[in-house]
T-cell receptor, first 115, second 110 residues
Framework: NAGVTQTPKFQVLKTGQSMTLQCAQDMNHEYMSWYRQDPGMGLRLIHYSVGAGITDQGEVPNGYNVSRSTTEDFPLRLLSAAPSQTSVYFC??????????????FGPGTRLTVT | RKEVEQDPGPFNVPEGATVAFNCTYSNSASQSFFWYRQDCRKEPKLLMSVYSSGNEDGRFTAQLNRASQYISLLIRDSKLSDSATYLCVVNRYNFNKFYFGSGTKLNVKP
């Protein structure tokens, strides 16, 4: 199994550009999520999904959109990139169901710089 | 107030030392607890879950104190390879969100 894959690994954008970060998992997990990690801030939840067709906002959703058309894929779209979105982005896939102990598996991350 | 708080460190210890980290959480409804390890410029990886009765995995011991709302991680006989950032994570069963601490950095020196 590949686990959680993310593309691209690195990206440089100019302010105002849009792009999509890709995330896929092959573990048949219902729950997936996107985080950003900034120095000294820990991981902050952007959006999450509890299954195909269902998404919800996390702690810092502004400037980002998500969709979940299949169980496997959970892309994150930056609508109009801003320098404040310079960060490392991690996608995670979570085992188990609500009401049980759940473990998260992370992708390798995308390092995004917005100039 | 943050959901999860950790001392950022760094903790600088010699090889073979015993080191302990604490993490406090603010919501008493939190029900599952984890320690993750993150190496520099890599993704977080699960180190161990934390159970109410405490649990041990080799040189690592995790404890939960619900009354005081903190979790601890003890590392015995530190190795150079233990150098990393350790993230405390909590989850509430009826919520689909995990809350991460900002991490505690450990440097194990020869």
């Amino acid at each position: 199994n590949a686990g959680v894959t993310q593309t691209p690994k690195f990206q440089v954008l100019k302010t105002g550009q849009s792009m999509t970060l890709q995330c896929a998992q092959d573990m048949n997990h219902e729950y997936m999520s996107w985080y950003r990690q900034d120095p000294g801030m820990g991981l902050r939840l952007i959006h999450y999904s509890v299954g195909a067709g269902i998404t919800d906002q996390g702690e810092v959703p502004n400037g980002y959109n998500v969709s979940r058309s299949t169980t496997e894929d959970f892309p994150l779209r930056l609508l109009s990139a801003a320098p404040s979105q310079t960060s490392v982005y991690f996608c995670a896939s979570t085992s188990g169901r609500q009401g049980t102990v759940r473990e998260q598996y992370f992708g390798p991350g995308t390092r995004l710089t917005v100039t | 107030r943050k959901e999860v708080e950790q001392d950022p460190g760094p903790f600088n210890v010699p090889e073979g030392a015993t080191v302990a980290f604490n993490c406090t959480y603010s919501n008493s409804a939190s029900q599952s607890f984890f320690w993750y390890r993150q190496d520099c410029r890599k993704e977080p990886k699960l180190l161990m879950s934390v159970y109410s009765s405490g649990n041990e995995d080799g040189r690592f011991t995790a404890q939960l104190n619900r009354a005081s709302q903190y979790i601890s991680l003890l590392i015995r006989d530190s190795k150079l390879s233990d150098s990393a950032t350790y993230l405390c994570v909590v989850n509430r069963y009826n919520f689909n969100k995990f809350y991460f601490g900002s991490g505690t950095k450990l440097n194990v020196k020869p």
